[in-house]
């Protein structure tokens, strides 16, 4: 009989179930924080692992928690800055845009500015960046504090992450300690993949970029190597999308020499070999599930869940096909054979 057999036990885990979910209910505004705490947690935990051969695993879990917020810090402070230094250029660029196509199919697709927006654009693109990374009716008190809740809660889950796993693993079968222990596995190494990967391929993308940028002679080096490096780390269409914009400013310019450039060079220096041969190359290595069912998690989970939806997307795609290929194993081969009636 195992932990969970007897009785007693039954009763003192639906308490506990009980209780986690009227907690899980309450906080339940809380879910975007924990759900990234919980992923970047589970990718700095092989970092956690080694760095806790050397000092304590506490010194271990916030060296690492300082080390993402300063890195958050100084990717956000470089990013304005470069915005910043730029953003009558940036206007420019959009009032080119608008004005170019501003009779041809493509207006739709572009947004509907008046005629005191386009004269004012670097204002008018403040306002719409402002817009973009603050969510509509949020409250800066309740955000600050969800960043705070965001850092505490990532140095617990590494310092205590493996011994609540390890608990609670423990009074389970083996057969089910065996299955949960391969979901965990491509769970980890799927999270690992989206967010260690796709920084990483951000990070090529943006050095390649800067030779390629000055190559081609419109100045603004940094600011336009700074937007596909960011625009990468939205996979398979931010690096693209990026250069299409950039290809239709090209032509709105009517430099159709840089356009081609763009198209036949830009594209599988920045964006394509990155795509559809590094990044499916190393999640390979890592994650035993065909990169398109990734994406088609990040396609369906990033629309319908939101920013929470880029983890919850792939990671529920991944376990959908390891429990499949577990039933297959574990069970679908113990199962008799069908008999024909």
Not at 36 to 44: Q, R, Y
Not at 304 to 326: K, N, Q, S
Request: aromatic letters at 12%.
């Amino acid at each position: 009989m195992t932990r969970w057999g007897r009785e007693e036990d039954r009763l003192l885990l639906i308490l506990i179930g009980g209780i986690f979910i009227i907690v899980a209910i309450a906080f339940l505004p809380l879910i975007t924080v924990v759900v990234w705490a919980t992923a970047v947690a589970v990718a700095l935990m092989p970092f956690h692992r080694r760095l806790s051969q050397i000092v304590s695993p506490a010194a271990s879990a916030t060296f690492l928690t300082l080390w993402v917020l300063l890195g958050v810090l100084l990717v956000l402070s470089a990013v304005a800055n470069v915005i910043y230094f730029n953003i009558q250029y940036i206007g420019t660029m959009a009032t080119a845009l608008t004005r170019g196509f501003e009779h041809t199919g493509l207006a739709t697709f572009l947004p509907p500015l008046s005629e005191t927006q386009l004269n004012n654009m670097p204002q008018t693109i403040v306002q719409m960046l402002l817009q973009a990374v603050t969510p509509s009716g949020s409250n800066p008190v309740l955000l600050a504090l969800q960043i705070v809740i965001f850092f505490l809660l990532l140095s617990m889950l590494l310092f205590y992450g493996e011994k609540i796993w390890d608990a609670l693993m423990h009074p389970l079968p083996d057969t089910v300690q065996a299955a949960i222990g391969r979901l965990a596995e491509i769970t980890g190494n799927t999270i690992y993949s989206l967010l260690i990967i796709q920084i990483t391929a951000a990070a090529i993308c943006f050095i390649l970029a800067v030779p390629f940028f000055t190559f081609l002679g419109y100045g603004h080096v940094l600011l336009f190597s700074t937007m596909i490096g960011l625009a990468m780390l939205i996979p398979l269409i931010g690096a693209q999308f990026f250069l299409l914009i950039f290809l239709l400013y090209m032509i709105a310019l009517g430099d159709y020499r840089s356009a081609v450039i763009v198209a036949l060079v830009g594209y599988p220096l920045l964006s394509g070999w990155i795509d559809f041969y590094y990044r499916p190359m190393m999640m390979g290595k890592r994650v035993a599930v065909h990169p398109v069912c990734m994406m088609i998690g990040i396609f369906a989970g990033v629309p319908f869940m939101g920013l929470v939806g880029f983890i919850l997307g792939p990671v529920l795609v991944a376990l959908v096909v390891t429990g499949f290929r577990i039933y297959a194993e574990e069970i679908g081969t113990r199962a008799p054979p069908a008999r024909l009636v």
